[in-house]
């Protein structure tokens, strides 16, 4: 019996072996790299399987790479945070026996080089250069953390002259994915539906991930747009190791869906970041020949001046630019397995891990060889960069806000990340009809070592030299934040002290009162207080009109939005109602006011202007078709900033399930549903509420509850705008408006600007959707202005179209935004939007939303 099962195992690996790709690890170590040492475990004496027979998951990687660490000494394993799924984020640092053992040193002196009153005493020539290797920021483009394990065996096991030089010159970062969630998900569907017989037909399940697909995170957000505004622990922990070393090579390894040639940086020289000197195009592109040179060892053809620009900031291989580093894009035809057919050409996952292995090894050669240059290079970035500050007309900018110190704080977080200094401001000024309090404004004086940062943080661009672009055109972060801020031509006699935290003003305890309590939403995160109290069980209303009222002799005016807690109305205690509203432990504290009468001057807090609300349940439909992005941005808003609970529900199932759990239900998408589900919907809309974002306005028309139409089809590409390029970039837009801020004009009295004090607000635009305008005028409480454009590129035949129109439509039963409110989880701002229409939904107008045609 023991021999018969022998036989069988062994029948079993020769099949395994034969049918997988029977690569061994030399299929993927270029030629001259030997001398491996014995005592290193390979890959395939610790995971029992060959690289490519396998999709490596993350933490199979995790424990090889730690194994790694322990048996060689010129690995280190540094893990700084975990992700949504409390994976650990984990990274090598990888250099020679030597460096190790002064290790701090080189870190410092490396920070000096970056340092313009410092970097004249540097040595390059003894000085070795930050490379940093980072693969697999998208879960499903596999092929980089495969091959960031063999690179780590190199450098771990190889003896030859090369790679001891490599390390000797070198201090490597390699992190092996920066998105584990994402690759633990895929590398789970692609082994639990591979085929052992290498079935290669494109239509097979192995190669069609259902979405959302794991290219996002936890929480659906694509994390190689992150690296700006870092608003996932992916990012933070990422962004916090790379100025803790200001990298000079960065090197981003990826995937894309078609079939023609590899891809490494330059790419288009026309479409650079105005930030970005000429001079990095120049050494990229020499650094490319060493890419060029190593690939034609192995005959795979590449591309790599073309279809790909270095405009937006947030892409890892362009913000790396901005710190006087150079950023270099590597792209591999995807696979999706192990081997797939597609346009007659056959894509191996084996060939693609050999490539960006290779690419990777290309990368170490040029950083060993043009090690002096690139840090000479690094050097006069950071001077040039302060005799530009000198020369700006614009020597910073100031911030704040005293109503809202959330979003204040938000930008002080992000300005830290980013290694950019703050200032209090010294005393109160007006710029453009804001005001700006000392004790609530700070000041970023642009003369810093990260200049570039700063203006990217802060300008608003509507000048460019290319009307093509990859991604979006602007990320102004103070009007994602819809902070207040100003440019600032002077700054003598406005630089307080530095800080790094918002100014925190003690919030009193909260007397006892038998009447009533108010609180306004002034602060970003009181909505947060607001749904705590609602989850608590208190009962609330709301005021849809202004009013003053004396509190201990003093005259307070309240806007339309404050929220009163009518103490007898409630079923607890006053004892009680007192302690859950000091026992909130929220990310701000919300001043409360205590009233013992209801008498005001304008109104009394029995008017009927006081609104009763409810607490919002809320459910988003999903289906296979679905913008996954904006479903988990909004996700991740309510869920991960509020602490709302989200019902994600696949749309086949709502017949299944009892839809009157839910008083709002959010689509950012059309959909096709059933006559069945189609009445179901329609029945509980009526004494509910629909918010809808998008295409989402096809669904509500199709079931009678608006009749919204486009003020122009402008869905088609445009070749003015897209050329060539849509022919082989998958990934790019495929809408006319790449992404503009717009500036929108807003009902203040309106229950979806409840909160807000500024009858204009930044809105973000990234679609082809532009509407027309309503029959009645009560349905429209946003609107874009007549001269909307506040920065980005737009053409100005769409920018004429958008002026006037519509931005938000909110009827009766149904809340309609044309473009998504929380783009790239960052626009604060616009979202506060989005959580009026669910908190505020029961006060909209009793009219059906109709457009003309």
């Not at 697999?136 to 790679?163: K, M, R, W």
């Not at 990340?417 to 005001?435: G, P």
Request: hydrophobic share 35%.
């Amino acid at each position: 019996m023991k021999r018969k099962f022998l036989i069988l195992s062994v029948l079993f690996i020769i099949f395994f072996n034969g049918s997988i790709s029977a690569i061994d690890l030399n299929y993927y170590i270029p030629e001259g790299i030997n001398k491996m040492n014995p005592a290193i475990p390979t890959p395939m004496e610790y995971f029992g399987f060959e690289i490519g027979q396998q999709y490596i998951s993350y933490d199979q990687t995790v424990s090889y790479l730690n194994l790694l660490a322990q048996k060689s000494d010129r690995i280190k394993i540094i893990q700084n945070g975990y992700s949504y799924e409390r994976k650990p984020l984990i990274s090598l640092l990888i250099s020679s026996k030597k460096n190790f053992a002064n290790i701090e040193n080189i870190r410092k002196n490396h920070l000096e080089l970056c340092n313009p009153d410092k970097s004249g005493k540097i040595n390059v020539d003894s000085l070795p250069l930050i490379t940093w290797l980072c693969y697999s920021i998208h879960g499903n483009e596999a092929s980089g953390i495969n091959a960031s394990v063999v690179v780590s065996y190199i450098l771990a096991a190889s003896d030859n002259d090369f790679i001891s030089n490599v390390l000797e010159n070198n201090v490597i970062i390699l992190q092996p994915s920066l998105n584990p969630d994402g690759v633990q998900k895929y590398a789970t569907w692609v082994n639990s539906n591979m085929s052992y017989s290498q079935n290669s037909d494109e239509n097979s399940r192995e190669f069609h991930e259902p979405e959302p697909s794991s290219r996002l995170n936890h929480y659906w957000s694509d994390l190689n747009r992150d690296w700006l505004f870092v608003q996932h622990p992916e990012s933070y922990y990422r962004m916090e190791l790379f100025y803790k070393w200001m990298p000079t090579l960065v090197n981003d390894y990826h995937e894309r869906e078609n079939t023609s040639g590899s891809f490494f940086s330059p790419g288009e020289k026309n479409s650079t970041n105005l930030l970005i000197p000429d001079e990095n195009w120049a050494i990229t592109n020499k650094i490319s020949k060493y890419h060029s040179e190593i690939l034609n060892t192995i005959g795979t053809l590449y591309f790599s001046k073309e279809g790909y620009d270095d405009f937006y900031t947030g892409k890892g291989a362009t913000l790396s630019d901005l710190i006087g580093g150079i950023g270099i894009l590597y792209e591999q035809p995807n696979p999706k397995g192990f081997v797939r057919k597609k346009e007659n050409v056959e894509i191996r996952f084996v060939d693609m891990i050999r490539n960006q292995v290779y690419c990777s090894i290309s990368a170490l050669k040029a950083a060993y060889e043009m090690k002096n240059e690139l840090l000479n290079y690094q050097r006069n970035f950071f001077i040039e960069k302060r005799k530009l500050a000198d020369r700006d007309q614009i020597k910073g900018y100031v911030f704040g806000s005293k109503s809202d110190r959330s979003t204040t704080k938000e930008l002080i977080r992000i300005l830290n990340i980013h290694n950019i200094m703050i200032y209090k401001l010294n005393k109160a000024i007006k710029l453009n009809e804001n005001i700006f309090d000392k004790d609530y404004s700070y000041v970023v004086p642009c003369k810093q070592q990260n200049y570039s940062i700063i203006k990217t943080i802060f300008d608003k661009v509507t000048n460019f030299k290319d009307s093509i672009f990859y991604d979006v055109t602007t990320w102004t972060i103070p009007l994602a934040l819809n902070i207040n801020y100003a440019e600032l031509r002077d700054i003598n006699n406005l630089i307080g002290e530095q800080t790094d935290s918002v100014i925190t003003k003690e919030v009193r305890k909260v007397s006892l009162t038998n009447f009533a309590y108010l609180f306004e939403l002034n602060d970003y995160y009181s909505y947060s207080f607001l749904y705590y109290l609602q989850n608590n069980g208190i009962k609330l209303k709301v005021a849809d009109s202004p009013f003053t009222f004396n509190i201990d002799e003093i005259e307070h005016h309240f806007n339309p939005g404050t929220i009163m807690i009518p103490v007898k109305e409630q079923s607890c205690s006053i004892e009680e109602i007192n302690k859950i509203i000091n026992n909130y432990s929220g990310k701000i504290k919300i001043p409360v006011f205590a009233v013992n009468n209801g008498n005001g001057t304008d109104c009394d807090l029995g008017s009927p202007h006081f609104k009763r609300i409810s607490k919002p349940v809320v459910a988003i439909l999903i289906s296979k078709k679905s913008d996954f992005s904006a479903i988990g941005e909004l996700w991740h808003l309510l869920d991960f900033r509020f602490g709302i609970p989200v019902s994600l529900i696949d749309a086949d199932n709502l017949g299944k399930i009892n839809l009157y759990k839910y008083n709002a239900i959010v689509l950012t998408d059309s959909f096709n549903l059933t006559n069945e589900i189609s009445d179901k919907l329609v029945s509980w809309a009526s004494n509910n509420t629909l918010i809808t974002m998008g295409t989402a306005y096809k669904t509500t028309n199709n079931l009678g509850f608006s009749d919204i139409n486009l003020l122009k089809d402008i869905s088609q590409k445009d070749s003015i705008t897209y050329g060539i390029y849509s022919d082989y970039i998958e990934h790019k837009n495929n809408t006319t408006i790449n992404g503009v801020i717009l500036n929108a004009e807003i009902d203040l009295t309106h229950p979806i600007a409840y909160g807000l004090s500024n009858e204009n607000i930044p809105l973000f635009k990234n679609g082809n959707i532009i509407i027309s305008n309503p029959k009645s005028r009560f349905v429209t409480p946003i609107y874009y202005s007549d001269k909307p454009l506040l920065s980005g590129f737009i053409q100005n035949k769409y920018l004429n179209m958008i002026k006037g129109t519509p931005a938000v439509l909110a009827g009766n039963n149904l809340i309609y935004f044309v473009d998504n409110p929380y783009f790239r989880s960052c626009w604060l701002g616009s979202s506060r939007l989005f959580l009026n229409s669910l908190f505020f939904r029961e006060l909209l107008a009793k009219e059906k939303v109709l457009t003309y045609k």
